[in-house]
């Protein structure tokens, strides 16, 4: 089981911020799967790490998040980030990933309701002034049944 599978979305993203930010300092190898580094945060505060790279929740930070608990934290994530760049890497490729696939989906978002706003503009301006009230109180009609108080026209 590897460290993106017991680790939450929020430490993995955070981490890499951190790794990215180059807030990974004095990182020695203690062993074949031992590390043991400094990650400072925004305040520059400093917590002490040490990873294991077999048995990722066997590794310790001191911070308040992980102190004494078998979770993975920002810290931790950017200290494996430092020691497997290539997995920085990647993890930035599906970020990115993500991201273009968001952007794809607002702006698909964005393109069908200006296609509806255009299409219900069209449909209103060719309205009669008459037949325009007559729309309103139906749709006004319709919302009082589905609601307890008719609130529209307070």
Do not use: W
């Not at 993106?4 to 004095?26: A, H, Q």
């Not at 702006?107 to 255009?118: G, I, P, S």
């Not at 503009?121 to 749709?139: P, W």
């Amino acid at each position: 089981m590897g460290i993106f599978d017991i680790t939450s979305y929020n430490s993995l993203r955070r981490g890499f911020d951190y790794y990215e930010s180059k807030r990974v300092s004095k990182l020695i190898k203690v062993s074949d799967s031992d590390y043991e580094a400094i990650v400072s945060n925004r305040e520059n505060h400093e917590y002490r790490v040490h990873f294991n790279t077999k048995h990722p929740r066997k590794s310790t930070c001191n911070c308040p998040h992980a102190e004494g608990r078998m979770i993975i934290c920002k810290h931790k994530v950017a200290v494996f980030f430092e020691i497997f760049p290539r997995e920085a890497e990647m993890f930035k490729e599906k970020i990115d990933a993500q991201e273009k696939e968001a952007e794809m989906r607002y702006q698909f978002h964005l393109r069908k309701q200006r296609k509806r706003y255009e299409e219900i503009k069209a449909y209103v301006d060719q309205l009669s002034l008459e037949t325009m009230k007559e729309n309103l109180i139906d749709y006004m009609m319709s919302e009082y049944d589905n609601e307890d108080e008719f609130s529209l026209l307070y």
